[in-house]
């Protein structure tokens, strides 16, 4: 009998922080530009330029013809729906409640990720992997705790933490989504559906909510879209390498990208609790990164 030999998370982690890293200065970039440009606008600019970036790669690279080949436009779709609303709910969170609340409940997509995991895609969870995911979600919790969340409630905020309980749930539906379709669709087909997807379901929440911006800010929020196609493409590899459960876990590494761009770009005090949080944060990942698994039979 061939010996079943564990394989190491540490590449998969590698190309999820990555991704993590990249998406966190796209959602950063509305901040960073000092105009009034509504967050729906942004999204929707950054899908433009993302389709038009994977259709100018296809077309150079003559596989236009194979990318639109898939035999799930409907889960194509349904993953790009997910990810479009889910963020939209997150944007409608943090405009409708106090912003760091909105965030310690969108927190729960990377615990919701897991636990999807285990229940639609029957990955196996470690005890331990269980406790490193812990630890991460604890020091997400400690710095947005840190940075005020919860400390003025009031009634009226019930419903914009409803929604951004629903987005944290969307956005992990997502992310099984894209574990599903990276087993068997090529990458170029998967990055030039949810492009094509997001674009189409974004067009309307980003048109009417638009606002007039500078036409270089203009462009530079269409040139996200070569960033997030970055970013989907480490997604994509990290989904290829390691568990759907693994990668929703290491999501909390956008809490140290968000604790180093406030401090860079934005003068805001990293204070000690901040520090404990990111740390635990560093802990919890660096655990999932050295524990290694079974091959996927």
């Known amino acids: 009998m061939t010996p079943i030999h564990s394989v190491s998370n540490l590449a998969g982690v590698l ?32 899908y433009v ?44 969170a943090a405009a409708s409640m106090p912003v760091a609340s909105a965030s310690a409940i969108g927190l729960l997509d990377g615990l919701f990720t897991v636990l999807l995991g285990t229940i639609l895609l ?11 995911t812990l630890i991460s979600l604890a020091g997400a919790i400690t710095v947005v705790w840190a940075q005020g969340a919860f ?16 987005g944290a749930m969307l956005v992990a539906l997502e992310n099984v989504m894209i574990k599903t379709l990276a087993r068997t669709e090529a990458r170029g087909t998967v990055l ?22 500078p036409l270089q800010w203009l462009l530079i929020f269409l040139m996200l879209g070569p960033i997030a196609i970055l970013a989907q493409l480490c997604n994509i590899n990290a989904f290829r390498r390691v568990d759907a459960s693994v990668v929703g876990a ?5 809490i140290l990208y968000g604790a180093v761009f406030g401090s860079l770009f934005f003068d805001e005090p990293f204070t000690l609790a901040m520090g404990v949080g990111t740390s635990l944060v560093l802990a919890g990942g660096g655990w999932l990164a050295v524990l290694r698994r079974r091959p996927a039979s």
């Open 250 to 254: 290491i999501r909390y590494a956008w």
């Open 151 to 166: 400390a003025a409630w009031n009634a009226g905020y019930t419903g914009p933490a409803l929604i951004a309980l629903a």
């Open 122 to 132: 029957r990955e196996h969870v470690s005890l331990r992997q269980w406790i490193a």
């Open 15 to 46: 190309w999820a922080v990555a991704g993590v890293g990249l998406f966190a200065l796209v959602y950063v970039s509305g901040k960073l530009s000092g105009t009034d440009a509504s967050a729906l606008q942004i999204i929707w600019l950054r």
């Open 49 to 92: 330029g993302g389709l038009a970036t994977v259709v100018a790669a296809l077309v150079v690279q003559r596989d236009m013809a194979r990318a639109l080949s898939t035999r799930q436009p409907f889960l194509h779709a349904c993953r790009a729906a997910a990810g479009g609303f889910g963020g939209v709910a997150a944007v409608f």
């Open 192 to 213: 030039f559906y949810v492009n094509l997807f997001g674009t189409i379901i974004l067009a309307w929440p980003g048109l009417a909510n638009w606002r007039t911006i």
